[in-house]
């Protein structure tokens, strides 16, 4: 699930994000998984991305959210995570410590089962192996 402006990856501010479309990735993404069903949900309006936590919240193995802006202000979506019952990994592409001091604040981190940033789009992917692992070294 992606919050505000990850609509534009590929467009936005490629020397953070990067070149890739989310579609492009996530077409990638599926092959690596293929047993798993994955969907993809992707808004740029806070209350929609609540809905679609309580919608899914209950029915889902697991969630991987990369809630972009929102992360970093809404105790509104801390509530929801907390409100559902599948487990929700935060993730973001860029290393947020790195960059601008409002983005070291995370207001949905502690309702999270855990964070993954900084890979890139392979945060995503790193989230995805978190739930379901490919390979387990002994
Ligand atoms: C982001 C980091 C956020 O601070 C920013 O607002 C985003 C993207 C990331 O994936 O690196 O929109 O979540």
Redesign the pocket.
Known sequence: MN????NLLGKREPA??GNLSFEAYLTELKKQYPTCEISYFQSNVEGELINKLHETGFEYDGIVL????Y??TSAALFDAIQAIDAPVIE????N?HA?ETF?HVSRISAACKGVI?GFGLD?YRLAMDAFEPQQHLS
């Open positions: 919050g505000p402006n990850l953070v994000y990369n809630a972009g802006a992360t970093h993730v973001h592409i860029s947020v960059r983005r940033l945060s």
